[in-house]
């Protein structure tokens, strides 16, 4: 039997205060998912999608009993919010439970139409895009102009069943599956909890030289006595990649977490890295930083 919109939405509540930014307040959260509960999507009359920014495809998703929308406005980093790997990750994931097309139908509204190409075609995402260079879509639904909010699982009609995105938090895509299933999903978070700690909490690169990539290995520890699995890690910024252990750490043993930055521009950065892992503590943040010289 599948969720009901109504349970979905509030359970889906609980997952993302868990994990939400400490700026992200609890009262914003809930006018955010009581405004869009059960709020019908529109979609332009005569969308027209392309693949890499170029080439014009037919692409139908109207008629069915669940889709993802994910719109991306042009406001920050575009590539820090596209992370088109993990889409392409999770677009899988999808297709290999359900036993029933899942359309995803992502809109991105960015300044440049560069920006676009660049990122799907250095990314090798050859999914169907929806380009929206006047911002007419975000014109005609209001989205929250908080990006963790701007991806939504629809049904049949069109109206929001769960809002959240899956590509922040493994939680949420979780979620996504049960309610397209009508199953519990089967995630490593079931794993019997241990706890862990990073040896460090910031991580501070220094002074580097433009275009220059630069790593650092910060240590992730089993402070408990269950063996500990890192199930996905999530970084603010698509400048900023990570090799973590794949390998269950046992207990009072040690993982090296190696994390790299490519410099794209001078200037200070802050960003943050998020472990998500079987620990009560999870997830586990980094923050770094540094200057590009």
Same mark, same amino acid.
């Given at each position: 039997?599948?969720?009901?919109?109504?349970?979905?939405?509030?359970?889906?509540?609980?997952?993302?205060?868990?994990?939400?930014?400490?700026?992200?307040?609890?009262?914003?959260?809930?006018?955010?998912?009581?405004?869009?509960?059960?709020?019908?999507?529109?979609?332009?009359?005569?969308?027209?999608?392309?693949?890499?920014?170029?080439?014009?495809?037919?692409?139908?998703?109207?008629?069915?009993?669940?889709?993802?929308?994910?719109?991306?406005?042009?406001?920050?980093?575009?590539?820090?919010?596209?992370?088109?790997?993990?889409?392409?990750?999770?677009?899988?994931?999808?297709?290999?439970?359900?036993?029933?097309?899942?359309?995803?139908?992502?809109?991105?509204?960015?300044?440049?139409?560069?920006?676009?190409?660049?990122?799907?075609?250095?990314?090798?995402?050859?999914?169907?895009?929806?380009? /929206?260079? $006047? +911002?007419? &879509?975000?014109?005609?639904?209001?989205?929250?102009? #908080?990006?963790?909010?701007?991806?939504?699982? @629809?049904?049949?009609?069109?109206?929001?069943?769960?809002?959240?995105?899956?590509?922040?938090?493994?939680?949420?895509?979780?979620?996504?599956?049960?309610?397209?299933?009508?199953?519990?999903?089967?995630?490593?978070?079931?794993?019997?909890?241990?706890?862990?700690?990073?040896?460090?909490?910031?991580?501070?690169?220094?002074?580097?030289?433009?275009?220059?990539?630069?790593?650092?290995?910060?240590?992730?520890?089993?402070?408990?006595?269950?063996?500990?699995?890192?199930?996905?890690?999530?970084?603010?910024?698509?400048?900023?990649?990570?090799?973590?252990?794949?390998?269950?750490?046992?207990?009072?043993?040690?993982?090296?977490?190696?994390?790299?930055?490519?410099? /794209?521009? $001078? +200037?200070? &950065?802050?960003?943050?890295?998020?472990?998500?892992? #079987?620990?009560?503590?999870?997830?586990?943040? @980094?923050?770094?930083?540094?200057?590009?010289?």
């Amino acid at each position: 039997m599948l969720l009901k919109p109504k349970f979905s939405l509030v359970l889906l509540f609980l997952l993302l205060f868990v994990s939400c930014k400490k700026s992200d307040s609890t009262d914003q959260v809930v006018r955010i998912v009581s405004a869009w509960q059960g709020k019908e999507v529109l979609f332009p009359n005569n969308p027209v999608f392309t693949i890499y920014g170029q080439d014009t495809v037919s692409y139908n998703f109207r008629n069915a009993d669940y889709k993802v929308v994910s719109y991306v406005d042009s406001v920050g980093c575009l590539s820090c919010k596209l992370q088109l790997d993990k889409w392409t990750n999770i677009i899988h994931r999808i297709d290999s439970v359900a036993d029933i097309r899942v359309p995803f139908v992502f809109v991105f509204s960015p300044e440049k139409l560069r920006d676009v190409v660049y990122a799907t075609k250095s990314s090798g995402f050859d999914y169907p895009i929806l380009l /929206d260079m $006047k +911002g007419e &879509f975000n014109n005609m639904n209001h989205f929250p102009t #908080n990006f963790n909010f701007q991806t939504m699982l @629809l049904d049949r009609d069109n109206r929001v069943v769960a809002i959240g995105n899956p590509v922040q938090s493994p939680k949420t895509l979780d979620l996504f599956q049960s309610i397209i299933t009508g199953q519990e999903a089967e995630s490593e978070t079931k794993a019997s909890l241990t706890t862990a700690e990073l040896d460090i909490s910031q991580l501070d690169f220094g002074e580097l030289s433009e275009g220059v990539s630069q790593q650092r290995i910060v240590n992730l520890k089993n402070t408990g006595n269950k063996p500990l699995i890192v199930q996905d890690v999530v970084v603010s910024c698509g400048c900023t990649k990570v090799k973590y252990p794949q390998t269950p750490i046992m207990p009072g043993e040690t993982g090296e977490v190696v994390v790299s930055y490519d410099p /794209d521009k $001078k +200037g200070g &950065f802050h960003k943050t890295v998020t472990l998500y892992c #079987n620990a009560k503590q999870s997830p586990l943040k @980094l923050s770094i930083s540094g200057r590009v010289v």
